[in-house]
């Protein structure tokens, strides 16, 4: 069964940072790209981050060059550093690996 479990998620001041965690079980994490994805308060679903299996990066150009995702596949852990965090980064945000997800790390703007 596959199981993703995020966390690190609070709230935070604009300009801060964060640092999100997602643990991941139940499939062979080395080899697949994973992603993470958010959810503003009263919208869809908005693609953040991917890495590939080699730990290739891409980003949203809303995040580019504030965000830095990255994985420790022996640990089987995603990671996304946030950066520089605006009001507009407040979210609920999920691992996602081929549109499978956990439950997700809330992100709130402070001011």
């Known amino acids: 069964e596959v199981r993703l479990v995020e966390s690190g998620g609070g709230l935070v001041q604009p300009g801060g940072s964060l640092r999100l965690s997602c643990a991941a079980s139940g499939f062979t994490f080395g080899s697949d790209s994973m992603s993470w994805v958010r959810q503003a308060p009263g919208k869809g679903l908005d693609w953040v981050s991917s890495?590939?299996?080699?730990?290739?990066?891409s980003y949203a150009n809303s995040v580019k060059g504030r965000f830095i995702i990255s994985r420790d596949n022996l640990q089987k852990t995603l990671y996304l550093q946030m950066n520089n965090l605006k009001p507009e980064d407040t979210a609920v945000y999920y691992c996602d690996r081929d549109e499978q997800r956990g439950q997700g790390t809330q992100v709130t703007d402070s001011s």
């Open positions: 890495i590939g299996p080699g730990g290739v990066p």
